[in-house]
């Protein structure tokens, strides 16, 4: 029997089999959640007299035991059970008899899925910010490694000015800072407690919110019980923003990893054991994995379109519709995670060409150089460019290849290090170390 079914009532097996979906898939994912949701509501419910200490202890015990499994990947939600919560009241029940059945008191499915996606979702954050981590690390390595190393700037997709591996590597490692900016505000979003609203408009029996806020780590809790459950789906919808984000950098990384890699181009050099051939064409080294994550990265960026979608027009309060919501987060945070394990596997290996700028292809690159090496020496900038155009038109012009860029930000001064203390900065703002200390605190 559901938890929500009557007596002498029964679902059509059809109807049962559209509204239940993917849910107990995806419910899988939330398992470990639902059990520490569990643990913080019981412990409040025994210091508001609706379990007693013996009441508490077993349920704890039971809990702890339940937890154990799943992290042995030894769950399963069975046959005829509708979702995570049900399995997880009914091993309950099963070994604690009326003892199990008390834990619903106060609370509904409705807050139940809020604060597992609310755990869950914090929680794949955590892990996105960690990978983005790696990946940032990884380019910040690159960039000063290769410094020195030369590459055309380019802008229309015309040669430019002058740029340097170490400002292409660096750019991406800067650009991943905004990127954990919106994974914070994502994450913030996430942090905080809907336990307690129950259907969305609270409950009779004297619940003590700010108890399970603390229990389960989070920075806060969501006050009005209505706003609660209308958080659900704008959280969803910050995390697939931050994620799409994410992607997005990445996405174009890999664009320029395909073209940087083309006989055309030829400025890097991507390792056999790295590239896949043709059926045909004897020479080809395609560079599969940076096309595949243009495309797989690409096709994140749609993912906080198809939430705003699913929840356009919804009134307040809960909604079936917000199960879908699911299927779009969770399959994001396994793609994001998988997309930036590759790139960071990719520019490791990766191989730079040097001395690029040496061909006289580039010559005109240092154009804009020869434009200042006049104004330095006293001539207007504007008689100086038209001075070095006319030097171009008539083969005058000669290429001044040595450097002098000297600013912040610039090819001899990239300043990674003031990057890297950003970055850092932004990171210590997440304050993981509350979370894991709250919830390694509730599963003794």
């Given amino acids: 029997m559901k938890l929500w079914q009557k007596e002498n009532t029964v679902t059509s097996e059809k109807i049962e089999r559209f509204t239940v979906g993917r849910d107990r898939e995806m419910d899988l994912h939330l398992a470990e959640f639902d059990v520490l949701g569990n643990l913080a509501h019981a412990t409040m419910l025994e210091t508001i007299g609706l379990l007693t200490t013996d009441d508490l202890i077993a349920l704890k015990a039971e809990l702890i035991e339940i937890y154990a499994q799943i992290q042995q990947g ?151 019980v209505v706003y609660a459950q209308m958080s659900r789906g704008r959280t969803e919808q910050a995390a697939l923003t931050a994620i799409s984000s994410v992607a997005a950098t990445v996405s174009r990384l890999a664009m320029d990893v395909c073209l940087y890699n083309s006989q055309n181009f030829s400025f890097i050099v991507l390792p056999d054991d790295l590239t896949t051939g043709s059926s045909i064409m004897p020479h080809k080294k395609n560079p599969d994995v940076a096309e595949l994550l243009r495309a797989k990265t690409n096709r994140m960026k749609a993912l906080p379109m198809e939430v705003t979608m699913v929840l356009s027009n919804l009134p307040s309060g809960y909604h079936r519709d917000m199960q879908l919501l699911k299927e779009i987060l969770m399959p994001a945070f396994d793609e994001i995670l998988d997309c930036l394990d590759i790139a960071a596997f990719m520019l490791e290996n990766i191989k730079v060409k040097q001395n690029l ?51 912040e930000g610039s090819i001899g001064n990239l300043q990674n290090d003031l990057i890297k203390v950003r970055m850092d900065n932004e990171l210590a703002r997440f304050e993981f170390d509350n979370v894991k200390s709250a919830l390694a605190n509730l599963i003794i």
Avoid: C
């Fill in 357 to 407: 700028l040496d061909d006289a292809k580039y010559d005109l690159l240092f154009s804009v150089e020869r434009v200042n090496e006049l104004v330095i020496n006293g001539v207007p900038f504007r008689d100086a460019y038209r001075q070095v155009g006319a030097e171009i038109g008539d083969g005058s012009y000669v290429a001044p290849r040595e450097l002098k860029h000297t600013h």
């Fill in 74 to 224: 030894n769950f399963a939600i069975e046959d005829g059970v509708e979702d995570v919560h049900s399995q997880v009241e009914l091993m309950l029940t099963r070994q604690l008899g009326d003892i199990g059945k008390k834990i619903h008191s106060g609370r509904s499915r409705n807050d139940q899925v809020l604060v597992d996606m609310k755990l869950y979702t914090r929680d794949r954050l955590f892990q996105v910010v960690q990978a983005t981590e790696k990946l940032f690390d990884v380019l910040i390595s690159k960039s000063e490694e290769h410094k020195n190393d030369l590459l055309p700037g380019y802008t229309h997709l015309q040669i430019a000015m002058p740029s340097s591996f170490g400002l292409w590597f660096g750019a991406y490692a800067e650009g991943l800072i905004d990127d954990v900016i919106q994974l914070n505000a994502a994450y913030r979003l996430a942090n905080r407690n809907p336990l307690g609203s129950g259907a969305g408009y609270g409950s009779s029996f004297p619940l003590n919110r700010t108890l399970t806020t603390e229990l389960l780590g989070f920075e806060g809790m969501h006050h009005n």
